[in-house]
C-alpha cells in the first residue's frame, strides 16, 4: 500500500482531520498529504527541531503549517498541538515520520487528535 492510501483512510476518512499529511522526519520532505495540503520544507524543520528541544522554541515561535501560525498548546519531545481562533494542528511523530492533521471550526481539536495519535502508534508498531 502506499503511504497516499494511509493518509486517505486512516487520516482523513473519518472526518476528524481537514488536512494532513505524512512527512520524513530526516528531510521533512511529504511522504503523502491531502489535496491541496502544502508545508513547506523549513516548517517541518522547524517542528522536527522543537520537538527534540525540552525548551521547545515552539512555545516562542508558535507552530507555522500550511501557512498559518498557531499558538502552541502543548510540545512534549512526541507531539505537539497548536490552536487559532477555532481551528487547529496536531503532530505527532513515528520513528521516521510526522503526522500532521489540522481542523477546522467544526471539528473538535480532541478528536484531530486521537486520529493523528492513532495513526502514529500504527506507525510506530510496524517500525516507522
Known amino acids: 500500500m502506499s503511504w497516499q492510501y494511509y493518509v486517505d483512510e486512516y487520516l482523513m476518512k473519518n472526518g476528524n482531520v481537514s488536512e494532513g499529511g505524512i512527512f ?3 528531510d521533512g520532505s511529504p511522504w503523502a498529504t491531502s489535496p491541496s495540503f502544502e508545508v513547506k520544507s523549513s516548517d517541518i524543520k522547524e517542528i522536527i527541531a522543537g520537538l527534540r528541544d525540552t525548551n521547545s522554541p ?3 515561535s508558535g ?4 501557512g ?3 499558538l502552541t498548546l502543548k510540545a512534549n519531545g512526541r507531539s505537539t498541538y497548536g490552536k487559532k481562533g477555532a481551528t487547529g494542528v496536531c503532530i505527532a511523530k ?3 515520520c510526522l503526522v500532521i492533521g489540522v481542523y477546522k471550526e467544526n ?3 480532541g ?5 493523528v495519535e492513532n495513526m502514529v502508534g500504527f506507525l510506530l508498531e510496524n517500525d516507522y
Open 24 to 26: 520524513g522526519l530526516k
Open 94 to 96: 513515528a520513528g521516521q
Open 111 to 115: 478528536d484531530c487528535a486521537n486520529t
Open 58 to 60: 515552539l512555545f516562542a
Open 107 to 109: 471539528i473538535r481539536g
Open 68 to 70: 498559518i501560525q498557531y
Open 63 to 66: 507552530i507555522h503549517v500550511a
